[in-house]
């Protein structure tokens, strides 16, 4: 899995099929992250296939929204989210988010992305958004172990202890909202971004002659962890690939790991069901 991939949240179909486009052809992107609930995964397709990229050289990640949970309805949802993107298997299906007080309906739609798996239509199965209480509970009751968990990540929110619990279990751990994000957290309020002006960070900038945005992007590198910035405007596309130029030193990442604030701009797991299903 390439550590450094594109987010198009918030996108829309018809942007989302240019700057796709754009990442591949342009700036040397070779991983797309997008889910059912964005609804441009039509505009990833096209984009990937009006690139001059091989498909077999790109790694495309979707995710099962909240509404698709159980057997039938993600059997369904993985071939609607093949069909818009034009594919025959993705790289990496991930369920989206665990459902607060469905359990059993968790463990059914885990069971189902094996399932998927095992038919070939996705060569890697993973979760978002989950907290160790919800990796337990799938390993309680199946034997495969999630290869990804995708959270919210970023200086301010550096999941540390999600991290070691990870590690330990061999779960890759994938950033969103890297940057700090948008502005309209995931299932969160409103919010002003408070990475991309940061001053302790636009030091650090200022000393490697590079944006913030490229030295937050290389602390997730240099983490560990992988990273899926987002932006519709080419130029800030480019400049987010534009980070294997140069290296942060240890004075630096100490400095950025400092920032810790347990800062969540997004809901939290446990406290929000949104689009979950009734019963
Ligand atoms: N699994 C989940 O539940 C979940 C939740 C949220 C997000 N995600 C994924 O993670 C991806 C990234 O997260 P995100 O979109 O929330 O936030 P993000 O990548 O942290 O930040 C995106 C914001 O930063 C701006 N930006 C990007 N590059 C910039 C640069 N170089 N300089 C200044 N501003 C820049 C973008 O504006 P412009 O677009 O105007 O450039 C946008 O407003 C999403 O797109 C999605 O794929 C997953």
């Avoid at 057997?71 to 989210?81: F, I, K």
């Avoid at 607060?100 to 038919?119: C, D, K, S």
């Avoid at 602390?219 to 130029?245: M, Y």
Wanted: hydrophobic fraction near 40%; aromatic fraction near 6%.
């Amino acid at each position: 899995m390439p550590q450094l991939g594109l987010g198009v949240w918030q996108a829309d179909d018809e942007e989302t099929e240019e700057i796709v486009r754009f990442a591949l052809d342009d700036a040397g992107y070779r991983s797309i992250d997008t889910a059912t609930d964005y609804g441009n995964e039509a505009g990833v397709g096209r984009g990937l296939a009006a690139s001059g990229v091989d498909r077999d050289d790109v790694f495309i990640t979707t995710k099962l929204w909240n509404a698709e949970h159980g057997r039938v309805n993600t059997l369904a949802a993985v071939d609607t989210s093949l069909s818009l993107l034009g594919l025959d298997h993705l790289d990496l299906y991930l369920i989206h988010w665990p459902l607060v007080g469905h359990e059993e309906r968790l463990v059914e739609t885990w069971a189902t992305m094996i399932e998927i798996q095992g038919a070939g239509k996705a060569r890697s199965i993973g979760v978002s958004n989950f907290e160790p209480h919800h990796l337990d509970l799938l390993a309680a009751h199946t034997d495969v172990v999630p290869a990804v968990n995708q959270v919210e990540l970023h200086p301010l929110l550096q999941q540390r202890e999600l991290r070691s619990y990870c590690a330990e279990r061999g779960i890759t751990v994938e950033a969103w909202s890297p940057l700090g994000g948008s502005g309209r957290g995931w299932g969160g309020e409103p919010h002003t971004n408070q990475l991309l002006g940061n001053p302790t960070l636009a030091v650090i900038a200022e000393k490697h002659g590079k944006s913030i945005a490229q030295v937050i992007i290389r602390w997730h590198l240099q983490s560990g962890i992988v990273v899926i910035p987002k932006s519709s405007r080419t130029a800030r596309v480019a400049q987010n690939a534009e980070v294997f130029d140069f290296a942060l030193d240890d004075e630096d990442m100490a400095v950025i790991n400092g920032l810790d604030a347990g800062r969540r701009f997004g809901a939290h797991p446990d406290e929000l069901n949104f689009g979950a299903p009734a019963s």
